[in-house]
Each structure stands twice: as C-alpha cells, then as structure tokens.
C-alpha cells in the first residue's frame, strides 16, 4: 500500500519520493539536482528573500514560478529547474543584485554562473563594499529562530534598507554568540575583538560556534535542554528506577508524571531560554514567572522562581511530595535563604525516614508533623531553617550535625540513622539512586567535596550499559571523568555543554562517552585564550596536578583517608526487609550471580544481611583499585612518588604526606 | 533469543531496534545502538531488523551535571 505520507515528484524529468511537505528545494538537493539560492540555509525556515531558487512548476493544468525553498511539496508535480523562464528571471533578479553589489563576491559568483557579466542598470543606491550587507535576512533568522533572541533586525525601507540593533545601539540582551556573523555570506557582520585579548579569539569562535549550531539542530531531539533544562531528566530517571523516592528507598514512583518536565514546560516556564551565562545557547536555566506563594515571609507575592532544575525536582520526589506548586515554593525559598535545594531535600527526607520509623515524633520536632509527603511542614520546617528557630536549628545544620544529634538526645540507634542518613564528608547526597551502580557508589564517596555526582556520572556505563565491568575498568573511570569534569572547575567554565549535547558523529568515535569532538572544542578554547596548544591528555594532566593537590588539603583538613570515603550503606544497597521485599527479584537475581548464594528459603532479613556483607565488601576492593590507579596509598593518600611526578612535590605537602603514610 | 546489554530478550521475525529500545522503556535519548558490534544510526532504529542471537548493545551516553 503507497504510504499517504509520501509524495513523488518530478525534477527535470527524475523521479523522487519525499515525505509530505517536503520543500522543493530539499527535494532537488537530494537527488543532487542543483538549484541556485542565497537566502537559504539549514538552520533556519525559509524565507524566500533572494528569489534565487525559483523554479517552474507545472501541476497538470497550468505552470507557474515559485521559490523552490519555501513551496511545500503536497502532491505530483513536475518541477523544471532551468526552463527559459526560469534562466531569465534568475538573470534579472542577478542583474538587480549585481547592480547594487557589484563587488560582492558570493553575487559576482553567482551571477557569473547564470552567464551575468555585468549589470544593464544602474541602482540608485549602488554598495561598493566587498562585504556589503545583501538583505538576506540570515543574520536576524539565525538570532530569532536559532538562538531565540530577536537582537538584530531590518530597519528602515526601499532603498534605505539595513540590518540595525534597535535604535543603532549595543544591545544588553545580546548574548555576543557570534551565529550571526558565522551565517552572514558576505562578512558584513563582525565581532569585536574580545577587551581581554585573547591568544586567537577567532580560534575561541569557530570552535563556540560548532556547540551553537550543534544546538540549533539537535537539541530539541536530543536532551531538550533549550525547552526544559535538566527537568528533562525526571521522568527518564524514573524510567530507569533512579529517582530518588522516599530517602533513597526506591527510584520511581506512579505520581512522577505530576513533576515531570512536561509539566513545566506547559504550566511555568515563559518558553524562552533563560541562560544563566551571557553567551551560552544552550540557556538551560529555565524561570517559573509570575508564581503566587503560598508561605511564608512573601506569602501573596507573585514572584520569579528561579528554576526547577533536575535536583530540586528529584529533592521532591526524595520527600514524597509530588506537587509541582511545592517544587516552585520550595525552590523560591531555598533560594531566597541561601539555602542548597539537595541539602535541604536531602536532609528533610532523612528527617521523615526518622519521623516514620519513630526516631522522631511531634514533640521532638516542635509540633511539626513529618512523614514522606508532608509538604506543608516541609515548607514549614524551611521558614524555621530561615528564622533560625525551633526544629529548624537542627535541621538547619545538616545530616551529619542531625546523626549525631538523634542518637545522643533522643536515644536512636545509630547503626540506623548513620545507614539512612545521605551524605559523604558532610555533604548531603545529590538526587540519584546509586545502589545498584558501584562506580557511582565511588562516584559519590570518594569525591573531594563530598557526595555529589559532579566528578562522576556513571550509573548508565556502569548499570545499564555494562561497560565497565571489573573493578580496574571502573578505577579508570573513577580516574579519568573525575579528572576530566575538574578541569571544568579549573577553567570556571560549565560542563553541560560538554555532554548534554552530541556532535551529529559522536556515536562513530572510538571513545563517544568522553564526547571527543568537544574535548577537542575545548582544547581549542584553552589554546584560542593561552596560546598553549593543548590535548585531551594535557587537559587531564592540568587536572590531575590540582586534583591531587586537593586531595593533600583535604587531608590536612582531617577528611583525606579511606575511612573519609565511606557511605552509607543506603547508597551501595537495601537497608531494611521493606525496601528489599520492593525489588526482591533482582536482589534474589543478584544474590545468586553475583555472590554466589543461593537465596532460596531464607529470611528477608538474613537475605538483607548477607546482601550488605557482599556489596559493602565490594565497596571496599573498588576503593583499593581507584587508589591504585591514582597513585595513592591503600589508606587513600598521594604517594609521594605521585606528588613528585605531578610537580606538586611542595616541601609542606611532602611532610604532610609522608605522615599519614605517602 | 537476543542479548541486550547483558540482558536475554524473546526474539521474534522483524524485531527492530526500535522494538527493543521500547521494550527496555530506555527513554533516554542519548544513545548508541550496535548489532553484533555493527554501529545502526539513529534514523534506522525503525527499519533496522535484528537477526535472531544478535548481541545488541544499547550504549548510553551521559547528561547532567
């Protein structure tokens, strides 16, 4: 049966099927058939300015001309690309052109190919400049579709034509991303050299500019992240049972659709990029406008909340609340008290895994009720975080202060709270669930600040792509993205762009996980700003020096040993018989080919111990390879062979080092 | 019987790439697909039909902070 969605058509006598409402003009370039046009260019819609490409198309009862790259292909046609009418009317239009621009190449070439010589008119307005502006109307295109800012525009008309900022004046609203001067094919538009003079700002640009047009064309089939930044990551975590659901219990839940990022993008966000840095087009950073709260000191205000990004939307589902006017409430307030939405989500579900198993009750929290779901004594617990009072003087001070605090004034058991209570090095767990991915596990442990993802994201390479299978393939992991994200820190520049959008070749790279395509993009902006040609390996290197040396501070300050890089236990596996019995096949599964016990007859309980014996044994030999691989003792600390071979070799840090065993 | 990321899938005639990424729901969109180590790109994910004890892997890449 002909599929209804296809069309064919004739171009100068070749047949082509095309998907409906294909343009001519896409329809003759994929048979290879050239058709002349100025105006046009991938990266935007059509706007059939230049009337190059217009072709005679003959439906069965009359011929006429269109603009070939603007006229949608609907139902058979024949197409003539060169008839003599069509040849004569592209003279003409060339004639005009010529007439006006005489000295513009991409027009000299063109008109030359049409057999134009020289123009039989005289313009009123004729442009001598080689670089002159021809009207095409790209620049403004790309800024308006491309980059979503409307910085550039036509002014004026007829003859008086031009391409202006609003009122001939600098724009704030410009994001400088150069797309414009990129697309313009007569280098009318020029960027200004940067004021603090880069080695080679051209070498900066080029390479910018493969991100931008990278996000011109993928981003909406790739992450998204111009139309809802990391929220997008939401309903994918909790397909993969990574979401984090009440404490880190589980990783899905049937209520994520109500925060899922579809949500956001129909009820909140404005639909326009909000970067968050002058020139970036990936602008993730994405505004609720105009929102009501509910609580607190701006309770009636209607106010801007800046956000939700992924992490405060996983914080949520971490306390059982799936409200979205709850996430934007408690976004607005975090922000608004300085506080981390993670470490306050984080902590909060920890108090309400307390609260439900009876660590905590109404009178411990100041009359405030808090199990899994309690929205309005969450927000309420955040204004006591804010004032400085009540409950909130303990919640206020985090998991690590909250451990302590539960066991020595309300008698809880510690093996509890310190399993259950996420954070690593004092800081609270960011919103993944990392059980069932050791690497990740590392990733959060071991991390120099504390338990944050931001030096490794490997649960997908590691549990679902199973492509790091032993414990060296993962202390190579642990070694190179650790290093490789910290080099971001060093440059103060964002990751997102690095791997929250994908060069059209990546999947055919060697290595597609380091995305080498833009390893080589920031190699080039370190050489465009220094002058120092760099690799991926030189990059790397950079970071393994600060790194380290890092590592040695951590150490002075007293969280630089093994036993600094413990978790608990909720992030390598299942504390209690509940959250085992919620997955009871895949731990049975597990169990049995991973440990090599046969769980069958036995207890939750005993299957929940022997379970935590053999992932927290696993834990341990991850951290011996991870140390090996970085060139650190057992206990964790950078040898002094190391330090040397890094020229951190500082006599301080040798002496420090050499003390703790290095 | 098909091997996806060191999972045993059923198989059938005219099991197609896209069948198995629905199957695994892997709704992440950053991915690689690879039949017997043959790289499929992502605009024959519909047409590309999977041979009977294929090993596939559905490699995902990272997003996020």
Redesign the interface.
């Known amino acids: 049966m002909a599929d209804k969605n296809m069309v064919t058509i004739e171009i100068d006598g070749n047949s082509v099927s095309v998907e409906k409402d294909t343009t001519i003009l896409e329809a003759a370039q994929s048979i290879d058939i050239y058709i002349p046009a100025l105006c046009n260019n991938e990266l935007v819609e059509p706007y059939a300015a230049c009337r190059l490409c217009i072709v005679e198309v003959d439906d069965g009862r009359k011929t006429k001309l269109v603009t070939s790259c603007n006229y949608p292909v609907r139902r058979p046609i024949s197409v003539y690309t060169s008839s003599e009418k069509v040849l004569r009317n592209r003279k003409i239009t060339l004639e005009m052109m010529l007439s006006r621009w005489p000295n513009v190449q991409v027009i000299k070439d063109l008109a030359k190919n049409a057999g134009v010589e020289k123009a039989r008119y005289q313009h009123p307005a004729v442009d001598l400049n080689s670089n002159a502006c021809i009207l095409c109307g790209l620049c403004m295109r790309v800024c308006e579709q491309g980059i979503w800012e409307n910085i550039i525009n036509f002014t004026n008309r007829g003859a008086e034509r031009n391409v202006r900022m609003p009122y001939d004046s600098d724009q704030p609203h410009c994001v400088g991303c150069g797309a414009c001067a990129e697309i313009c094919p007569t280098g009318a538009i020029t960027m200004a050299d940067d004021p603090n003079q880069p080695f080679d700002a051209e070498m900066i640009r080029k390479a910018g500019m493969r991100i931008t047009e990278e996000m011109i064309r993928y981003d909406e ?3 998204d992240m111009r139309g809802v930044g ?1 929220a997008h ?1 939401v ?2 975590m909790d ?2 049972d990574l979401l984090p659901v009440m404490n880190y219990r589980y990783g899905k839940h049937e209520e994520t659709p109500k925060i899922s990022s579809d949500v956001f993008r129909k009820h909140f966000t404005s639909g326009k990029p909000d970067g968050c840095w002058l020139g970036c087009t990936m602008a993730c950073a994405k505004a609720i406008e105009n929102f009501e709260l509910k609580t607190g000191p701006y309770k009636g205000e209607r106010v801007l909340v800046d956000g939700p990004e ?2 405060t939307l996983g914080g949520s589902s971490n306390m059982g609340i799936f409200d979205p006017y709850f996430v934007a409430e408690y976004n607005f307030y975090c922000d608004t008290y300085g506080l981390d939405t993670i470490s306050f989500s984080t902590g909060t579900s920890f108090i309400m895994e307390c609260y439900e198993a009876g660590v905590l009750d109404k009178e411990k929290t100041g009359g405030l009720e808090l199990p899994f779901g309690a929205k309005d004594a969450a927000l309420e617990l955040l204004h006591q975080i804010g004032r400085g009072e009540g409950f909130g003087l303990v919640a206020g001070k985090g998991i690590r202060y909250m451990k302590k605090y539960f066991v020595e004034n309300f008698g809880a058991d510690p093996g509890f709270v310190f399993d259950i209570g996420m954070e690593a090095k004092g800081m609270e767990y960011s919103e993944y669930v990392t059980k069932e991915s050791l690497a990740q596990q590392g990733g959060y442990g071991i991390a120099l600040k504390g338990a944050q ?2 030096e490794a ?1 490997l649960i ?2 590691d549990m ?4 790091i299978p032993t414990f060296e393939d993962k202390a190579e992991a642990l070694h190179y993205f650790p290093m490789w994200r910290t080099w971001f820190g060093l440059c103060g520049l964002c ?2 762009p690095w ?2 959008i ?1 060069p059209a070749d ?3 790279t060697d290595e ?2 380091k ?1 080498p395509g833009h390893v080589q993009g920031y190699c080039e902006f370190f050489e465009g700003v220094t002058g120092k040609p760099q690799t991926m390996d030189s990059l790397v290197r950079m970071s393994e020096k600060v790194y380290n040396f890092q590592r040695v501070f951590n150490l002075k300050m007293g969280f630089g040993r093994r036993e600094h890089d413990a978790i608990p236990y909720r992030s390598a596996g299942p504390v209690t018989v509940e959250e085992y019995e919620s997955r009871q096949e895949r731990y049975d599964t597990q169990l049995k080919e991973d440990a090599g016990i046969d769980p069958t007859g036995m207890s939750s309980e005993e299957k929940v111990a022997l379970t935590r014996k053999h992932r927290e044994a696993q834990y341990e030999h991850l951290l011996n390879a991870v140390y090996k691989r970085r060139g650190w003792t057992n206990d964790g600390v950078p040898t002094v062979a190391k330090l040397m071979e890094l020229g951190v070799d500082f006599p301080d840090v040798i002496e420090l080092v050499k003390k703790h065993g290095g | 019987m098909i091997v996806v990321n060191g999972i045993a899938l059923d198989w059938h005639e005219g099991k197609t790439v896209r069948d198995v990424i629905r199957e695994m729901n892997y709704l992440f969109p950053l991915l690689i697909a690879r039949i017997n180590g043959k790289f499929i790109p992502r605009n024959k994910y519909d047409s590309t039909e999977i041979p009977d004890e294929a090993t596939v892997d559905i490699i995902h890449l990272m997003s996020g902070g």
């Open positions: 089939e790739q992450c990391t990551l309903e994918i397909a993969y992924y992490e993802h931001d994201w997908f390479m679902v792509n199973k492509q990751k997102l791997n929250d994908e990546n999947a055919e597609p996980a995305v």
